[in-house]
């Protein structure tokens, strides 16, 4: 059987009514008891709410699979999150309990959300164009390079009107087609550093367990070596998902299988393993 990777959703891929396949199931439930509320009731509101009902249903559909799959689960050989799915994904490695991961997605997300009023900031994913000029011209906006998702897929985070200018320049300047993500934030940007020490300061107080596989950061597109570190850093740097698939593949993985709602992670990886 072909080696597998685990992998897990981030923020964006909600969808109306993504909870239904899940409710009854016992970490579901048991994650709604733990957060106190329903984020589902309140998925439009954005960061504070999206992120622990993407966790919630990403943990679910590992716990599905692994129930209706259980002669593949010896072939999962490493897994990898984009961003809020890091926490999925060690979750399914062991490294993270449930309790104590649902506990730091929901500080998490209060944590950004927060962030995001203290310095209002937004995002640009831009598409096509010159990888080179794209990040050229990040450079001299004073932007982040937030995501490399894919060949063609950069993502910008940074203050709003440099957003702003990036969007109106990325045609002319980069041949890239730019789409404003609807965020209410710069998520991986020195802007979400209040959110960044608010994190580290929640994982101090977490055990981290050996994984059962290895777990690929967003940061260093390898795996963790020091998950409390690199968890709260990593809402700082730039999501590497191109080159964590590249990493996967060369590590020997064959297979990649999304838990979670949605299937973008899926296409992101086709289109980087084609390309390369």
Request: charged content about 20%; hydrophobic content about 45%; glycine content about 8%.
């Amino acid at each position: 059987m072909p080696s597998i990777a685990a992998i897990f959703p981030g923020q964006g891929s909600h969808a109306p009514d993504m909870d239904q396949p899940y409710r009854g199931q016992p970490a579901f439930e048991r994650g709604l008891e733990l957060l106190g509320f329903d984020p589902f009731e309140r998925l439009d509101e954005g960061t504070r709410f999206q992120q622990p009902a993407i966790f919630l249903c990403s943990v679910a559909a590992w716990d599905l699979w692994r129930a209706e799959n259980p002669d593949e689960l010896s072939d999962v050989r490493a897994a990898a999150g984009h961003s809020l799915g890091e926490y999925a994904a060690l979750v399914a490695a062991g490294v993270l309990q449930f309790d104590d991961a649902i506990a730091l997605v929901n500080e998490r997300a209060s944590a950004m959300a927060d962030a995001g009023d203290l310095h209002p900031g937004s995002m640009v994913a831009m598409l096509g164009g010159d990888d080179h000029a794209v990040r050229a011209m990040a450079d001299r906006l004073g932007l982040t390079v937030a995501n490399d998702n894919a060949p063609g897929q950069l993502v910008l985070s940074g203050a709003v009107e440099a957003i702003d200018q990036a969007e109106e320049l990325a045609r002319d300047e980069t041949g890239a087609r730019a789409r404003r993500l609807q965020v209410s934030a710069a998520f991986h940007s020195p802007l979400m550093q209040p959110a960044a020490a608010r994190l580290a300061t929640a994982l101090a107080q977490v055990e981290i367990g050996t994984p059962h596989f290895p777990v690929y950061a967003n940061g260093t597109a390898a795996p963790f070596t020091d998950v409390r570190r690199e968890l709260s850093e990593n809402l700082l740097r730039a999501v590497r998902w191109r080159e964590t698939m590249l990493a996967l593949r060369a590590a020997g993985i064959e297979r990649y299988v999304e838990h979670g709602p949605g299937a973008v992670l899926t296409g992101l990886v086709k289109r980087t393993l084609a390309a390369a």
